[in-house]
C-alpha cells in the first residue's frame, strides 16, 4: 500500500555552513523533511552527513544559515526538540560499563517514560531483534550489531515524531537490518519522519523515500529514487554510475582500479 505523504515540514535546513578550520564540512546546504517520509542524506565518507544530523540536533552550531526542527531553532531550543527526536549515531553505545537493561531504565526515568508501557515496548523490540538474551550481559561484551541493536531500541523507546539515524544499519546482520527498516516504514507510515544517513546507495535506494546527495558539504541532487533515477537516464548511465559522477569519485575509482591492476600484475590484461 502506497503510504500518504502529509506535507508538514518538520525539518527545514537552509543554507546552512560549518566549518572547522579550512575544512568547509557544510558547505551552503538545504533541504526540507516532512513528516510521514524517510529522508535520506547519501554521500561519501567525510561528505558532511554526520556533521549535518549534529547541526540539526543542536550538537554543533552553524556558522551561517538556518536551521528548524518542529519550528524550533536547535540553538535555542535544544530540550524542546530533543524530547521529539529519537537519535543512532554512528558510534557504536559508548555506555560499555552498563548492561542495556540500565540504559533502558535511564533513558526511561529521565524521559520520564510509563513503566508498564515501555517495558511490554521493549519486550517487543528485543524480541522482534532477537537480542531479548543480551539484555542483562555488560554492554562492552556484546557484538558491534548487537549494540547497535540496542541503541536503536534506546532511541524508539519514547515514541519520537522524528528518528535521526545516522548509518543505523552498519553491523546488523541482513535479518536484522529487514526488521530494522520494517520499523522505519512503519514510523512513517503513522506520520513520523526519519533522516537516514548512509554512503551506501543501495541502502538509501532501498529504505529512502526522498534523498538528496551530499559531496564536500553540498547538496548535488536531490529527489525520489525515481527523480535521481530519471536523472541517471538522462545521462544514459545507471545510478551508481551517476553518483560516483555527482559526487566526483568515477575518475579517481577508475585510476585506483588500474593502479590495483598494475601492483597486481593485470594492467592492460583485462
Ligand atoms: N570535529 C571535527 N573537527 C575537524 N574536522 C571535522 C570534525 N568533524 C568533521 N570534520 C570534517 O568535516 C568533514 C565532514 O565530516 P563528516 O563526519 O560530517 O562526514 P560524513 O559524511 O559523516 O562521513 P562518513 O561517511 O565517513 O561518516 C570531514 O572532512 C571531516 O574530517
Ligand atoms: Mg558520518
Redesign the pocket.
Known amino acids: 500500500m502506497d503510504k500518504v505523504i502529509l506535507e508538514k515540514r518538520i525539518v527545514e535546513v537552509n543554507n546552512v555552513v560549518k566549518t ?2 579550512e ?1 568547509r ?2 558547505d551552503g546546504l538545504s533541504f526540507t523533511v516532512n513528516s510521514g517520509e524517510i529522508f535520506g542524506l547519501l ?12 547541526l540539526i540536533l543542536g550538537l554543533l552550531e552553524a556558522d551561517e544559515g538556518e536551521i528548524s526542527v518542529f519550528d524550533m531553532l536547535p540553538s535555542t531550543d535544544e530540550m524542546a526538540i530533543k524530547q521529539k527526536i529519537g537519535y543512532v549515531s ?1 558510534e557504536p553505545l559508548i555506555y560499555k560499563s552498563m548492561t542495556p537493561k540500565e540504559l533502558f531504565d535511564f533513558t526511561s526515568s529521565i524521559r520520564k517514560l510509563n513503566p508498564k508501557e515501555t517495558t511490554a515496548k521493549l519486550q517487543r523490540y528485543l524480541e522482534s531483534l532477537e537480542a531479548e538474551q543480551y539484555y542483562d550481559k555488560l554492554i562492552a561484551t556484546l557484538s558491534r550489531g548487537n549494540k547497535q541493536k540496542m541503541q536503536i531500541i534506546a532511541s524508539l523507546l519514547h515514541e519520537p515524531k522524528l528518528l535521526i539515524m ?2 543505523p544499519l552498519t553491523g546488523l546482520d541482513a535479518k536484522s537490518a529487514k526488521i530494522v527498516k520494517e520499523i522505519l516504514e512503519l514510523h512513517a507510515e503513522n506520520g513520523g519522519s526519519v533522516i537516514f ?1 548512509t ?1 551506501i546507495l543501495e541502502v538509501a535506494e532501498d529504505v529512502c523515500d526522498r534523498i538528496c546527495i ?1 559531496n564536500k ?1 553540498k547538496a548535488i541532487a536531490t529527489g525520489t529514487m525515481k527523480e535521481l533515477s530519471k536523472l541517471a537516464d538522462k545521462a544514459g548511465a545507471d545510478l551508481e554510475e551517476i553518483f560516483l559522477k555527482l559526487t566526483q569519485q568515477d575518475e579517481s575509482v577508475n585510476l585506483i582500479i588500474s593502479n590495483l591492476r598494475e601492483l597486481t600484475g593485470n594492467g592492460g590484461n583485462r
Open positions: 572547522f578550520g575544512v564540512a557544510v554521500g561519501p565518507n567525510g561528505a558532511g552527513k554526520t556533521t549535518t544530523v549534529k554512528e545516522d548509518e544517513s554512503h551530499i558539504g
